[in-house]
């Protein structure tokens, strides 16, 4: 036999048994809180068209996506990222809907990564996106559900780092820095990149206020009283709107009891340009990079033809359960039921015993033990490892 058919591809892999059970379950409680919140949940394509996810939309490179034709010789690429696809949705089912929506989901993304990287090429995302509100509170809200969704998955020690790209442009367009020397700062910045950020201003940046304060950026984070300190250091309106709609944020997640987990990056910009406001991130102990990523997205809708502001994030559910296990959080498995052990002389006893707690909504696995004849002893391990009580009908 051909070793090769037993393996996965690099970047993907096998998830069974009580680990998968494990990520089902945690999955299902932060989409019960999410739901709590008013959200409905939206199941979009696997994959779609190229141009959903093309570098005028602002996602990921087109190298690292997984493409490939159809019949047709349409350009199909398998999705790296569920925002373009929410945004899409939106447009096309709520177009004349001016009342806010509220989409949730869960699925798979695909990133071609490069196996250098060592990250998985197919990952599990679970989020939620709130269209048609452009306040304050709508932040506030998204940000508390993150966090109180992070809590119900067990996670008790994490970080929400909160930045606000307004706050970049508006020293950019102040100072009239070209568009294209504007995204390859952003990206330095972005990519914690301090002496690529630091040559490029030095090279494009001629206005010596604003040279400076892109400068200090790196440096501007912290809990809220480092807001302060941001403000003093620019003049133009759309970044001190930048810094007093942080300010407005934190107080209304003090009123939902969550600033505790809360701090501010003025260097958290993201890789993703179709974000406009608040960036946010979360981060945890045991996984290398950002666990939940999200943030504002005004005018991504615009592009497939519907006027609407919107926000939402999404949980990296796969490193969500490499944190809980590093940490070595605790994990209650609810009870999966029974396992009516039998042999053939006793079946249909064992039948209707399984078809009434069936009725009744318990999970009941049939063992036939005829030819086995395994002992009450070893019929007990099995149903233990199952996480089932066991039921013994393999006597007369």
């Known amino acids: 036999m051909n070793q090769n058919l037993l393996h996965t591809p690099e ?7 009580a680990e998968y059970e494990k990520k089902q379950q945690t999955s299902a409680e932060m989409m019960r809180v999410i739901r709590s919140y008013g959200f409905r949940e939206l199941c979009t394509p696997t ?3 190229f141009d959903v996810f093309s570098k005028e939309i602002g996602t990921i490179p087109s190298k690292d996506l997984y493409k490939f034709f159809d019949k047709e010789g349409n350009t199909l690429v398998l999705r790296p990222d569920f925002t373009p696809s929410m945004a899409r ?3 096309k089912y709520y177009m004349e809907e001016d009342v806010p929506i509220r989409f949730c989901y869960m699925g798979n993304t695909f990133i071609n990564t490069s196996n250098l990287q060592g990250k998985l090429k197919e990952t599990t995302q679970l989020g939620a996106e709130l269209i048609g509100d452009d306040s304050v509170e709508a932040d506030a809200e998204m940000c508390a559900l993150l966090i109180e969704s992070l809590l119900s998955a067990g996670l008790t020690e994490f970080q929400v780092s909160i930045g606000q790209v307004d706050y970049f442009r508006g020293i950019c367009e102040a100072a009239g820095i070209d568009p294209e020397v504007e995204l390859a700062i952003r990206e330095a910045i972005s990519e914690k990149n301090v002496f690529g950020a630091e040559d490029l201003i030095a090279s494009h940046v001629v206005n010596e206020s604003a040279a400076k304060a892109l400068l200090q950026i790196p440096e501007l984070f912290g809990g809220v009283d480092m807001l302060s300190e941001a403000q003093a250091v620019v003049s133009n309106e759309r970044s001190l ?3 007093r709609r942080l300010q407005d944020l934190y107080e209304l997640l003090k009123l939902y009891g ?3 987990y809360v701090s501010f990056d003025l260097g958290l910009l993201s890789k993703y340009n179709y974000y406009t406001g608040i960036v946010v991130k979360a ?3 045991g996984v290398g990079d950002a666990l939940v990523s999200g943030g504002r997205y005004d005018h991504l809708l615009e592009k497939f033809g519907k006027c609407a502001p919107a926000i939402g994030f999404a949980i990296q559910v796969d490193d969500l359960m490499t944190a809980l296990e590093s940490q070595k959080i605790p994990f209650e498995t609810k009870p999966a039921g029974c396992m009516i052990a039998f042999q053939t002389a006793r ?3 064992a039948l209707a015993k ?7 909504g318990v999970s009941v696995e049939l063992f036939n033990n005829t030819g086995i004849m395994m002992t009450r002893e070893a019929l007990a391990e099995v149903a233990r490892h199952a996480g089932r009580e066991l039921l013994d009908f393999t006597t007369e």
């Open 354 to 360: 399984a078809k009434a707690l069936r009725a009744k």
């Open 347 to 349: 079946y249909k006893e």
């Open 241 to 243: 709107a930048a810094i």
């Open 11 to 17: 970047g993907v892999r096998d998830i069974y048994g």
């Open 89 to 91: 949705c939106a447009a």
């Open 258 to 260: 969550v600033d505790r």
């Open 47 to 49: 994959f779609e068209f």
């Open 283 to 285: 981060y945890t102990y």
